[in-house]
């Protein structure tokens, strides 16, 4: 069981004895402190799509999924090839079944992600909470803002922008948190 | 035979839940000639709002809607065609589980919160599938043509048109208040909650040159009133005179008589949602004080709405307008702020008639509902 403020992306919920993937959860504050989840579904018998809303606390029956370590292998084109990290089997999915954490795909990463099978079919592929990745263009740092709450856009290797500290400069590497879609926090240790 | 509306509605505080409530479930009836029951949790907030409803009825007809208590015991009561679950209220098992076994499938509608922000229009409309079978749909209301729309009763405008053409009606219905206003005194009527600034705003208003006269119904922000007067209570009609500025409390009035102080008044404070869009009906220069939500998150649908009020705004007024709001929502200096806004005062007039206008050229709520229910048929 899942309430609707735990849904994310590579969750299977089960409606109407369909599973049904959530390739994309955005969480929204409604009124009066309560709050509502906007999901894309994907019907993964059929692959029909849909758009739907729950409001937190709903109550929903997810479908319990194996998992497994990989990585990625390869990009070609929209396809995305993982393998196993332990029998080195290779899998791909396609862009749109990987859709919320695309932005931080880029070819030569080495995080070990969770590839998420239902009944033996690779559905999904999450991310770490944590990656590092590394900044292609940013404007020059304005300077002594050393405090982190100046920010600015910056660009990564595979074209995503998003906002980093000031002080980030070009070529260096910068923490990113993936759960709430990519959010910046500081730089790397790598 | 007519569809059957349920709405359900608890009372989480204050009165915006009910007021919507109660003022849709008019609507449908008077308007759309559906059979509606109103499952009202706690009727204590609800009385107020309709004078000489009982309070201690489990079931009562009051204008056509069939108004009946919540219990915390739910009794089988049948289900209706469609189900209205106001502001995210979780309905009774049973009534979910008696609406699973209906032979024909109820809609079953989340009529959510008011806000102007861009994210309703992609959630508008959208299905709720549950594990049970059922499906709800998300449904919001909003100020543009994605959403469902304000609730708006038929003739509304035109009722006010005519009143604001009659001074006897006017001067009628202050006095009914026990209002009598001095010549030349600009009215403002204040419905807030619990608010700091109102010291600063009230300051501004007793040293301006030009007289003004506060209405204020009994509420939530009346004890900050007594502080400034510096008088440990007032009664309903007590007035205080500071300056330029008289102050005089009200009673709480009905829904209908509401409106028709917003009418009378030059400039409304308002709070929530109800009288929020009342006010934008009345079409003056209004102040919204809007519930505070944790993390601030209130402060976001504050400007989503600015954003969208303001166009057409000159660049000075829709500085002074933003300048106001945020000071009386964000603990700024309201003094300043009303000061400035005072110096755009017929821009922001003339605009408050337009916003009004740009508005009941949308379909209203009830209408939506109504529509959308039958297209889901």
């Known amino acids: ?190 | 035979m007519k569809a059957t509306w349920d709405i359900f509605c608890t009372v989480v505080d204050n009165y915006g839940d009910i007021g919507v409530t109660w003022r849709l479930a008019r609507q449908l009836v008077a308007e759309h000639g559906v059979a509606v029951r109103l499952w009202v949790d706690d009727l204590r907030a609800f009385v107020p709002l309709c004078p000489g409803a009982d309070l201690g009825a489990a079931r009562q007809m009051q204008q056509g809607v069939e108004v009946l208590h919540w219990p915390a015991e739910w009794a089988p009561a049948g289900t209706a065609d469609v189900v209205i679950a106001a502001f995210g209220c979780r309905l009774p098992d049973a009534y979910v589980e008696a609406l699973c076994s209906r032979p024909a499938p109820a809609l079953w509608l989340n009529l959510e919160y008011l806000s102007a922000e861009e994210w309703v229009e992609g959630c508008h409309g959208l299905p709720s599938p549950k594990p049970n079978g059922l499906r709800t749909v998300f449904y919001f209301p909003g100020f543009t043509e994605r959403t469902g729309g304000l609730l708006r009763e038929a003739g509304l405008l035109a009722r006010r048109v005519a009143f604001e053409a009659d001074p006897a009606q006017r001067a009628g219905h202050l006095a009914r208040l026990g209002v009598q206003p001095q010549a030349g005194a600009a009215l403002i009527s204040l419905f807030a909650y619990e608010n700091p600034q109102l010291g600063g705003w009230l300051d501004a208003l007793a040293s301006a040159a030009n007289p003004s006269h506060m209405l204020v119904p009994q509420g939530r922000i009346v004890p900050e009133l007594c502080a400034w007067l510096n008088e440990p209570e007032l009664a309903v009609g007590a007035i205080h005179q500071r300056g330029t500025l008289t102050v005089q409390v009200l009673p709480f009035v009905s829904q209908d008589d509401y409106d028709r102080l917003l009418w009378c008044c030059d400039f409304n404070a308002v709070r929530g949602e109800d009288s929020f869009v009342r006010a934008q009906w009345a079409g003056r220069p209004m102040l919204w004080h809007i519930y505070v939500q944790e993390e601030n998150a209130h402060w976001e649908k504050l400007e989503a709405f600015l954003a969208i009020y303001r166009k057409g705004l000159s660049e000075p007024a829709a500085h002074a307008l933003l300048t106001l709001w945020r000071a009386w929502n964000m603990h700024q200096d309201m003094d300043a702020a009303w000061r400035g806004f005072m110096v755009h005062w017929p821009e922001l007039q003339a605009h408050a008639r337009q916003w009004c206008a740009k508005q009941a050229a949308q379909p209203d709520l009830a209408m939506t509902l109504v529509q959308f229910y039958r297209n889901w048929l």
């Not at chain 1, 590579?10 to 999901?39: C, H, Y």
């Not at chain 1, 090839?81 to 954490?101: C, G, P, Q, R, S």
């Open chain 1, 1 to 190: 069981m899942k309430t609707g403020k735990e849904l994310k992306p590579g969750t299977v919920l089960r409606i109407d004895n369909d599973p049904w993937l959530v390739q994309k959860a955005e969480f929204t504050k409604s009124g009066r402190n309560s709050a509502i989840m906007k999901t894309k579904l994907k019907n993964l018998l059929t692959g029909y799509k849909t758009e739907t809303v729950y409001g937190a606390d709903d109550k929903l029956d997810d479908v319990i999924l194996d998992r497994k370590e990989a990585t990625l292998s390869f990009i070609s084109g929209d396809s995305y090839t993982f393998m196993d990290t332990t029998d080195y089997t290779m899998y791909e999915l396609n862009a749109e079944d990987i859709e919320a954490v695309l932005p931080f795909i880029e070819e030569g990463m080495e995080d070990v992600c969770e590839a998420v099978f239902f009944e033996g079919r690779l559905v999904s592929v999450e991310l770490p909470t944590t990656i590092s990745r590394q900044v292609v263009y940013t404007e020059n740092a304005a300077r002594g803002d050393t405090s982190g709450k100046v920010m600015k856009p910056a660009k990564l290797k595979n074209g995503t922008e998003l906002q980093v500290a000031d002080f980030i400069n070009i070529d260096e590497w910068i923490d990113i948190d993936t759960r709430e879609g990519g959010v910046y926090k500081g730089r790397s240790k790598k």
